[in-house]
């Protein structure tokens, strides 16, 4: 982690808690920083609900002050109309949400989104004032043949190449490889700054090195609190986003704290 960059440290919530139990776990969550002195200026701390959390989660957030932010997991990629079941960028930051997760290989998997799709809802969560939180990475395919750095780079690259350098700074990117999600096969820390290093020195060479050392790159896939600090350690690894591990509460707390450990 270098020093000037934030950390962020972000739980996707997936398709889990309804709105009470959102609310429950960020108050929770907020109380555990506080006793452990937490200090949010030195990490961030993200968690994505579902959409029908949100508007409980901002209520909770801005009645007790907290410091807690919070973004969506999708996005439509128009303004509005006649787009049944869809939600707007505008209709997201409405609700406070300062990110929004774009490009995760759930929704690859389940959904009909390709590059396109993603270029167009990276556009639209940055017209919002929103930041996007691209995800990238190689499925074990792709990491047999050894083509796992070129992958992941190339996701991002196709995405961002015609963003502006004002767009592309505002990024953060979370190298998701697609074999450690969810299976407790974590990247090792050596392999994770490979990718977030290859990922950043593009992004340099296409918009130029401010660009390159603003973006935040976030590791994803099997994190909890045994790996967190290793990974952490890393120069290039600006943070987490974490799926099972961000559902356990005193769980999320620990790799918090561990990441605010790595920058003070
Ligand atoms: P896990 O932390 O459960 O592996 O999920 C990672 C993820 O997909 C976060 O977006």
């Known amino acids: 982690m270098a020093s000037q960059r934030i950390p962020l440290v972000a739980g996707n919530w997936k398709m889990n808690f309804d709105h009470l139990e959102a609310t429950y776990f960020v108050q929770q969550l907020a109380w555990k920083l506080r006793d452990i002195h937490f200090d949010y200026r030195h990490c961030e701390i993200a968690l994505m609900p579902s959409f029908t959390s949100l508007r409980s989660v901002q209520v909770l957030v801005e009645s007790d002050n907290l410091k807690v932010r919070y973004g969506a997991q999708a996005v439509s990629v128009t303004s509005q109309g006649a787009f049944t079941g869809d939600v707007s960028a505008d209709m997201i930051a409405h609700l406070g949400c300062s990110y929004v997760i774009v490009g995760h290989s759930e929704r690859r998997k389940y959904h009909p989104e390709d590059d ?124 987490f986003l974490i799926g099972g591990a961000a559902l356990n509460v005193d769980e999320l707390t620990r790799i918090c704290q561990l990441t605010m450990n790595a920058t003070v």
């Open 116 to 239: 396109a799709n993603i270029v167009d809802q990276v556009r639209a969560v940055l017209a919002a004032g929103m930041q996007p939180i691209l995800c990238v990475g190689e499925s074990y395919e792709e990491r047999r043949k050894g083509i796992e750095l070129d992958f992941a780079v190339g996701q991002v690259h196709d995405v961002t190449r015609d963003l502006s350098d004002e767009e592309a700074s505002r990024l953060i990117v979370a190298y998701e490889p697609v074999w450690a999600i969810g299976t407790g096969m974590v990247a090792t820390p050596q392999s994770a700054q490979d990718a977030a290093k290859a990922i950043r020195d593009d992004l340099s060479a296409t918009f130029g090195i401010h660009v390159g050392e603003a973006v935040r790159i976030l590791y994803g896939g099997s994190v909890s609190s045994k790996n967190a600090e290793e990974l952490i350690g890393e120069p290039d690894v600006d943070g």
